[in-house]
C-alpha cells in the first residue's frame, strides 16, 4: 500500500510517499481502506516538533527521540471497512465509517488496522468522504471542549481562532446550543465565520479582543495565543478559558486557579469516544453541523499540503484524498 511517510523531523518535504506493507487486523480489529483524511495542525506540530511550551522533552519521549517512532502521521480518516478480526460484531465488511485513529495515527496510508471499539462510527449518509473526513478532527475537538466548558443557551462566547477546522466546528456547535458568539479571525475569514454562526467578528490584525471593554462567559483559544494572564481581562465573572492548544504551564492552571478564583482553564487532551463521533454524524445528517473544505490534495501533494498548513491560512479543513476513485458512498 502506499502511505506518506516521514523518517526525521523537518520541514514539509520530509513527507514522502512510500509503499508499505499492507496492515493485517487482529481478532478484536478492523481492516480499513481510508478514502481520505485531513491534514492538521496536531501532523503539522508532530512533523515539525513545534511542540506547545513544556512539552518538547515529553514529545520526543512518547514519539521518538530522534526520529519519528510513527512515521505514519494522520489521526481522522473517512473510509471503508473491508476486514472484520474474528471477535469483532460492531462492524462488518463494507460499513462506511468515520474515526480518529488518535496517537497511533497511520491514517496518511491507503489501509490502517484499527480496534474496533475504539473511536469509530458509522459515516452520515449524506457526506461523501471528504466530507466525512473533515468533520472529525475539528469536530471532536469542538465537542469535547464546549461540553467541559459547559457552554449554555444565552451565554457568550469568543473564539480566537475561528476559521481552521476547530473554529468551523465550534462556531456551529454555539450556534446550535443558543450562545452569543464572536469570532476572531482575520478579515479574509469574515465572511465564512459570519455563515457559520457567529454574531460579530474581531479582525486580530486590526483589534486586541481584551482591549474591546466586553467581556465573555466563556473564551475559547483554540491559536495559543490567549493565555489566562492575557484572556483574564475579558472574561466575565465565573467564566471559562478552554485552552485548546495548551502549553504545559496552562494545564497546571487548570489544577490550581479554582483554589482561589471562580474563573476557570480547561486544558488537557481530547476524549477519543465512538459516542463523540455517532453525535456529529447525526448533527450532519440533520444539516445542523456542514464540514468546511479550504483545499484537497492527493496523496502524492502531501508535502505540498504540509507546506499550505504550515503557512496558518487554511480556512477550515484541508483533505489528503488517499483514494480518490472512491469518494461517494
Known amino acids: 500500500m502506499r502511505a506518506a511517510v516521514y523518517t526525521r523531523y523537518g520541514a514539509p518535504t520530509v513527507v514522502q510517499v512510500e509503499e508499505r506493507e499492507l496492515p493485517v487486523p487482529k481478532p478484536h480489529q478492523l481492516l480499513i481502506k481510508v478514502h481520505a483524511s485531513c491534514l492538521n495542525s496536531a501532523d503539522v506540530r508532530l512533523r515539525s516538533l513545534r511542540i506547545p511550551l513544556g512539552f518538547g522533552l515529553i514529545s520526543r519521549l512518547i514519539f521518538g527521540i530522534r526520529a519519528p517512532r510513527r512515521p505514519i502521521l494522520g489521526v481522522d480518516l473517512a473510509g471503508t471497512v473491508v476486514a472484520v478480526g474474528d471477535n469483532v460484531s460492531r462492524f462488518t465488511s463494507g460499513d462506511a465509517i468515520i474515526a480518529l485513529t488518535g496517537m497511533a495515527m497511520g491514517a496518511h496510508a491507503e489501509y490502517v488496522c484499527l480496534d474496533a471499539d475504539g473511536a469509530i462510527a458509522h459515516k452520515p449518509a449524506r457526506l461523501d468522504f471528504n466530507q466525512a473526513a473533515a468533520l472529525v478532527f475539528g469536530g471532536t475537538t469542538a465537542l469535547d471542549f464546549l461540553r467541559r466548558g459547559q457552554l449554555k443557551a444565552g451565554e457568550t462566547i469568543l473564539i480566537n481562532g475561528a476559521g481552521g477546522a476547530v473554529g468551523c466546528a465550534a462556531l456551529q456547535l454555539a450556534r ?146 488517499i483514494s480518490p476513485n472512491s469518494l461517494t458512498g
Not at 465565520?193 to 473564551?219: E, W
Not at 488537557?268 to 464540514?291: F, K, M, Q, Y
Open 176 to 321: 446550535h446550543y443558543g450562545a452569543q458568539i464572536t469570532a476572531v479571525c482575520s478579515a479574509d475569514k469574515r465572511a465564512l465565520v459570519l455563515s457559520l454562526g457567529a454574531h460579530a467578528v474581531v479582525d486580530y490584525r486590526q483589534q486586541d479582543f481584551t482591549h474591546n471593554g466586553q467581556r465573555y462567559d466563556v473564551i475559547m483559544d483554540i491559536h495559543g495565543n490567549a493565555p489566562w494572564a492575557k484572556a483574564r481581562s475579558a472574561l466575565a465573572p465565573g467564566g471559562r478559558l478552554l485552552a485548546v492548544c495548551a502549553t504545559l504551564p496552562q494545564m497546571l492552571q487548570a489544577l490550581w486557579l479554582p483554589l482561589w478564583r471562580r474563573e476557570r482553564v480547561i486544558a488537557g487532551p481530547c476524549a477519543e469516544r465512538a459516542e463523540d463521533l455517532a453525535e456529529l454524524a447525526a448533527l450532519a445528517e440533520a444539516g445542523i453541523l456542514v464540514p468546511v473544505i479550504d483545499r484537497s490534495y492527493s496523496l502524492a501533494q502531501i508535502a505540498e499540503a504540509h507546506e499550505y498548513v504550515d503557512s496558518g491560512h487554511k480556512q477550515g479543513s484541508v483533505i489528503i484524498e
